[in-house]
């Protein structure tokens, strides 16, 4: 993979930060975007602007068979069975909030148990307390490893007859921890389960699978994966999309209205009310374009090569303590014994050197780490073992400007 061709594509890169040339390391949190979804949306806003499925009148022809055609890329790029299973929302949060309550608040009853990790961002948490704070369903959590992991050992411990949800996440947004879905899922489906998977950490970075994966739902943000931000996916199998109920009410949405009762348009629009996330859609499509021509193969394996890198070059630094497993996603999560993450990154900030500091919205993880908060380095296409080796330097000059407290 041509690094240095694949960074030309990206513009806000070629800049300095601090005065030092910028390194970002905070692509977990939001990717940059490549030229041609920054030109996706130019062209849209300049040639195709219209609202879509309701005017028959040429630009409004135009921005149907974008806003369509990039369902119908999502589609392929996941593998769903139909653009039936692809709904559009405002990213992950929005998808997993719609499970929750469009779902699980109609199906789960008193003493039915959803089972998730303590691993899980908060956006996979929160909405499944409020369900179960609605339902009377009892919250379960699958026991981790020392190393962060879990073991299938442990889910089929903890899921049960009365199981009726798992809320997993795919990748681990802070120690980078590589879930098994398709075992996690088999394991639910046996005990009449269904899963629900976050895939904001996985989708922009490997090849999913929804056939391979058999996942129930599954959640992922376009702004993560090289797209613009308020653009995000629910899959959904069309048996369990057509049950749920949706959350939104309005325009676009509906079959007929009557004074007094309604009647909703057929998957996926169903979940679509009001005017959508036009220009936002069409700029996933373009994203997924850009890296499906790179290749998702190719992304995984150069990620973790730097990630490798990133945990061999760190540990060799004394008084770094490293979160999470050995075999990873393209992440590190650290601290500096002695200094507070915050710190650490604003030193890191001052060398044009972005990371994340932080919970990272998980602090029932954190609390397990024994940590308030940590350091995140997170990394994708666009970066080489270069800006790891500005990072440890970095990181030098943290431990020195603290006093080098060791």
């Not at 507070?340 to 972005?354: K, N, Q, S, W």
Request: aromatic content about 8%; some cysteine.
């Amino acid at each position: 993979m041509n690094v240095q061709a694949i960074r030309e594509q990206f513009p806000i890169l070629n800049q300095e930060v601090n005065g030092h040339p910028l390194v970002y390391l905070d692509s977990a949190a939001t990717s940059q975007k490549p030229l041609p979804v920054i030109q996706s949306l130019e062209a849209y806003y300049r040639q195709h602007n219209s609202n879509v499925h309701r005017g028959v009148h040429t630009l409004g022809t135009r921005a149907t068979d974008q806003y369509e055609g990039a369902r119908e890329k999502v589609k392929n790029f996941i593998n769903a069975s139909s653009t039936q299973e692809v709904i559009f929302t405002r990213g992950t949060t929005t998808s997993l909030n719609m499970v929750a309550y469009g779902y699980a608040r109609h199906f789960l009853k008193e003493n039915d148990e959803i089972v998730l990790t303590q691993m899980e961002h908060h956006s996979n948490i929160i909405p499944w307390q409020q369900a179960a704070k609605y339902t009377g369903a009892k919250l379960k959590y699958i026991p981790m490893e020392e190393d962060g992991t879990i073991t299938l050992d442990a889910v089929r411990a903890t899921v049960t007859d009365k199981t009726k949800m798992v809320a997993v996440t795919h990748v681990s947004n802070v120690l980078g921890t590589i879930n098994p879905i398709k075992e996690i899922a088999q394991i639910a489906h046996e005990k009449g389960a269904i899963i629900v998977v976050d895939g904001a950490q996985s989708v922009p970075h490997m090849q999913v699978d929804m056939q391979e994966l058999d996942c129930d739902f599954y959640a992922f943000s376009g702004h993560k994966m090289c797209a613009p931000t308020g653009i995000g996916v629910l899959y959904g199998k069309k048996a369990l999309l057509e049950k749920m109920e949706p959350v939104e009410f309005g325009g676009e949405m509906i079959d007929f209205v009557d004074l007094y009762d309604s009647t909703w348009k057929e998957l996926p629009w169903k979940f679509e009310g009001g005017t959508p996330i036009i220009a936002g859609a069409i700029g996933l499509g373009a994203a997924i374009d850009f890296l499906s021509e790179v290749g998702m193969n190719n992304i995984i394996e150069h990620e973790q090569q730097i990630a490798s890198y990133a945990q061999d070059k760190l540990s060799q630094i004394e008084g770094i303590n490293i979160y999470g497993p050995e075999h990873r996603a393209g992440l590190v999560t650290f601290n500096i014994e002695g200094v507070h993450p915050h710190d650490t990154a604003t030193v890191l900030d001052a060398e044009g050197i972005a990371v994340r500091a932080g919970h990272h919205c998980a602090q029932p993880l954190m609390k397990w780490l024994n940590a308030t908060a940590t350091a995140r380095a997170s990394f994708y296409l666009y970066n080489d073992e270069s800006d790891i080796d500005r990072l440890a330097e970095g990181i030098q000059r943290a431990k020195e400007y603290f006093g080098d407290v060791f």
